[in-house]
């Protein structure tokens, strides 16, 4: 399950970052891991669609946004496990639409997250 919650954190980080939002103190690596942690049997290919708790989190890490530097943190983290736990782009990219989640550019493991505005 840890293999699997890398790569989901990537994708819920370019979702919670077109979100705009995040906690004071600033969000955490393992909180965003604890959120998006049930997205990883879909952005692997091992699950048909994003579980229910997949998209539950990313929406409830996106409420967390406060500002940029959020949005770039959560990117950041995901995206830095997201390519060694294998997530793949054609399932990455499906995340926002099957949870409904408008993030506002393009989800991918290429993502440039210091250009998220």
Avoid: W, Y
Wanted: aromatic share 6%; proline share 5%.
């Amino acid at each position: 399950m840890k293999n699997l919650a890398l790569p989901v954190l990537f994708l819920l980080s370019f979702l919670f970052v077109v979100a705009n939002v995040s906690e004071a103190a600033g969000i955490t690596c393992p909180t965003v891991t604890s959120k998006a942690v049930t997205c990883a049997g879909f952005g692997t290919g091992h699950a048909p669609f994003p579980a229910p708790a997949c998209c539950a989190g990313l929406k409830q890490l996106a409420g967390m946004v406060r500002t940029l530097d959020d949005k770039k943190a959560i990117c950041r983290c995901l995206k830095a496990t997201s390519k060694s736990m294998g997530v793949k782009d054609q399932f990455l990219s499906r995340i926002p639409s099957a949870c409904k989640i408008n993030v506002g550019f393009t989800v991918s493991v290429n993502t440039n997250c210091e250009t998220i505005q």
